[in-house]
């Protein structure tokens, strides 16, 4: 039985003749989304040839709180993700599901709503990264109140996205309405979890996880960030968008649909491939490689079913630049759901995780993947929706080639930079010493390989301007078709139909399909967490690790807001090479007062695990100030506004009651004690830096820094003090 749903607002349908339904298709919201992505992703763009610029020319950091790459790399990641790639993930989305489903969108309020909320979310994140206002979570940098309205505004997209479904007039439901489903209902769920936090200010949380579980939650959700917010609605669009540009139809319905129900039920579970060889129980990073590596054979049945749509099609890809750029995105994904999996194998892991490599991976999914598919989708609706033709070819194939170069010269350097840092970070002379020993060294020697990134990156930016005039000069020859008539029948209420397969069937009833997607993710999420959450052992508790101090706190947080953990990680791994340049590799117990947790997941900088000790405290104070004079070559920018900042004491009490209701063991009432103590531990560090010469106040956010950075990795060590 078909449910039928009044609509909240008027759909424009009206009775035609021959028992035809007319309606009008909503071009307005898909033209909003496409504007935006544009924007967003020159900006994004440009935050991210910025932040390249700046890993070989530290002058480019600007020496201000608000441009330094700790700050940019995460406004880069937000801008390309939830802008570039979302805003135009929607305008394929509000495109596609009308015409498949033969009526327009169940509510234009709701789809607005969605909009301008979305484009809020983004403004609000353009504006507090740059400020330092992060969570520090990888791709999930955003604070509570941005978390909150991200929810609210994902809600209202996806009942609208599901009552559109359930007031369809077509009975078949597309396999691209398969994976809007799925991608709805996941991001929620993913979303949610990983955003639990306890507020202490307006700009200012703490996890609701520590150590080893923040980490796998946040990597449950990084993970399927990538699968479920840039691959499945991707995957989507390929399915609708790529068959229309070729005029073929999809190569096979059964291989989508067990592409669909695997690929789903997969990704979910393979998050702790990224956090191999770490703290995390042994049992859970075999569980995320072993689901990694399953997740070729899906992955590949969706790129095959692309590609093979185009089966006697192929001349006229040599002639379609639109096509051109499928047939690279889907390569593209192809190559990256390969490297993937290879990638979360812990031999090959071993030489990957903290290098370059990942980042060139990445960018190979970003880049071709999501960019081509979005540029190629763009070139098919312009010319649609403004009713005309595009306006030259032959500037899209600029773009085609500029983009394909762009590619090229950005990515290969990277896995030759990747594998350079690994093999010297391992290297070992016939005396048993690291050949070497200073970490700068890895650093210098791949600095002709970050200037090949950035110009490739220039390449592909200069692509997308050539775009931008292509696509405004088409739309300037035709005239925008706001509201595009089709009819079609009413879903018949009793329909006659012999001999439909099991999953046709499931297909008629949406509500059931989506509760079935959301079980399929589900499962994989409760299966890691529950154990990791009510297994004590998995995270053994040590008795010398203490909760940090009120000024080791401060210091962590500014550490956090200037986005130290861009480059630095703190996890050694059980390798001789890092336990030899590092110290003692790092337990599990050590990190169960971490909100969130840091361990990083890039080396541009070495590893600060054990840094606590290792030098003065005016080492630190004058590496801060100028990172060159500690360390010649150095490309880590200077941080002077932390020598005139002051520490907001005020908020001190209110981060230790945070604490407390996490479950950090600090004295009922210590929140009174608090500030005392820090303003204690603070002369004693300006003491230390005065006999070092050195005068600053102790108020000064920069021995704030000092007392954190003092701190880390001595909980061990005073362990092993003890047992002597």
């Not at 960030?225 to 319905?253: C, D, E, H, Q, W």
């Not at 003692?584 to 361990?599: I, Q, R, T």
């Amino acid at each position: 039985m078909r449910l039928n749903f009044k609509p909240l607002f008027s759909s424009d349908t009206s009775q035609s003749s021959g028992g035809l339904e007319g309606f009008y298709y909503d071009n307005k919201i898909v033209k909003a989304f496409i504007i935006v992505t544009i924007i967003f992703g020159v900006v994004g763009m440009l935050a991210g040839l910025t932040a390249a610029t700046q890993l070989f020319w530290p002058a480019a950091n600007m020496d201000l709180p608000y441009t330094t790459f700790g700050r940019v790399r995460p406004l880069h990641t937000n801008a390309i993700i939830f802008a570039f790639v979302g805003n135009g993930m929607f305008a394929g989305i509000y495109y596609s599901t009308q015409r498949l489903l033969k009526t327009p969108m169940y509510s234009s309020f709701m789809s607005w709503f969605h909009f301008w909320g979305w484009q809020l979310i983004i403004l609000s994140a353009a504006i507090t990264l740059p400020l330092g206002f992060t969570t520090s979570k990888e791709y999930a940098e955003l604070e509570w109140p941005i978390d909150i309205a991200i929810a609210v505004v994902w809600v209202v997209f996806t009942l609208n996205l599901i009552l559109t479904i359930v007031k369809r007039r077509e009975r078949h439901m597309y396999v691209a309405i398969w994976f809007y489903i799925a991608t709805a209902v996941t991001i929620a769920l993913l979303h949610v979890v990983n955003s639990l936090e306890i507020p202490v200010t307006a700009f200012k949380s703490y996890s609701a996880f520590a150590g080893v579980q923040d980490a796998l939650v946040q990597w449950w959700y990084g993970h399927n960030a990538v699968a479920f917010f840039l691959t499945t609605p991707i995957l989507g669009l390929m399915y609708y968008f790529l068959p229309k540009a070729a005029n073929r139809p999809v190569y096979s319905y059964k291989l989508s649909i067990i592409h669909f129900w695997s690929l789903i039920f997969i990704y979910i579970w393979a998050g702790p491939h990224h956090l191999l060889y770490t703290s995390l129980p042994d049992w859970a990073q075999s569980l995320g490689t072993v689901f990694s590596i399953m997740l070729i054979a899906p992955s590949w049945g969706g790129m095959l079913n692309g590609l093979l749509t185009l089966r006697g099609a192929w001349d006229r890809v040599r002639e379609n630049p639109v096509l051109k750029f499928f047939v690279v995105a889907v390569t593209c994904y192809g190559m990256s759901t390969f490297e993937g999996p290879m990638l979360s194998l812990k031999n090959v892991n071993a030489i990957s995780h903290y290098t370059d490599w990942t980042i060139a991976h990445v960018h190979i999914g970003g880049l071709g993947w999501n960019g081509f598919m979005t540029f190629g989708m763009f070139y098919y609706l312009i010319p649609k929706m403004w009713k005309t033709n595009l306006y030259s070819t032959k500037l899209a194939n600029m773009h085609f080639w500029l983009g394909t170069l762009g590619i090229i010269f950005y990515a290969l350097p990277l896995y030759w930079a990747g594998f350079t840092q690994s093999l010297m970070w391992k290297e070992f002379t016939n005396d048993g010493f690291l050949s070497y020993p200073n970490f700068l060294e890895t650093v210098t020697q791949i600095l002709p390989m970050y200037m090949s990134r950035a110009f490739g990156g220039t390449l592909y930016l200069i692509g997308t301007f050539v775009m931008i005039y292509n696509l405004i000069k088409t739309a300037k020859t035709g005239t925008f078709l706001a509201k595009e008539y089709d009819e079609a029948p009413a879903l018949s209420k009793n329909p006659n139909i012999v001999g439909e397969g099991w999953h046709s069937v499931l297909e008629r009833k949406p509500v059931l399909f989506t509760v079935l997607a959301f079980v399929a993710v589900f499962i994989g999420g409760a299966i890691e967490f529950l154990p990791t959450w009510l297994i004590e052992s998995n995270v053994p508790t040590i008795a010398s690790v203490k909760p940090y101090t009120p000024l080791e706190l401060e210091g962590r947080d500014i550490y956090i807001r200037e986005g130290c953990n861009n480059c630095h990680s703190q996890m050694i791994r059980p390798f001789r090479s890092e336990t030899e340049r590092y110290g003692e590799y790092s337990k599990a117990g050590e990190f169960v007062y971490d909100h969130p947790f840091l361990w990083g997941s890039k080396r541009t900088g070495p590893d600060l695990h054990r840094e606590g000790t290792k030098y003065p405290d005016s080492w630190h104070y004058n590496h801060m100030l100028d990172p060159t004079t500690m360390s010649p070559g150095s490309i880590m920018p200077a941080y002077p506004w932390l020598f005139d900042d002051e520490v907001n004491k005020e908020v001190t009490p209110k981060k230790i009651r945070a604490m407390q209701t996490l479950g950090v063991p600090y004295e009922e009432g210590y929140d009174q004690q608090a500030v005392a103590d820090l303003e204690a531990q603070a002369e004693q560090i300006s003491k230390n830096l005065q006999d070092a010469k050195i005068k600053v106040d102790k108020n000064k956010e920069i021995v704030a820094l000092i007392a954190y950075l003092q701190r880390l990795g001595t909980d061990i060590k005073n362990e092993q003090s003890a047992m002597k």
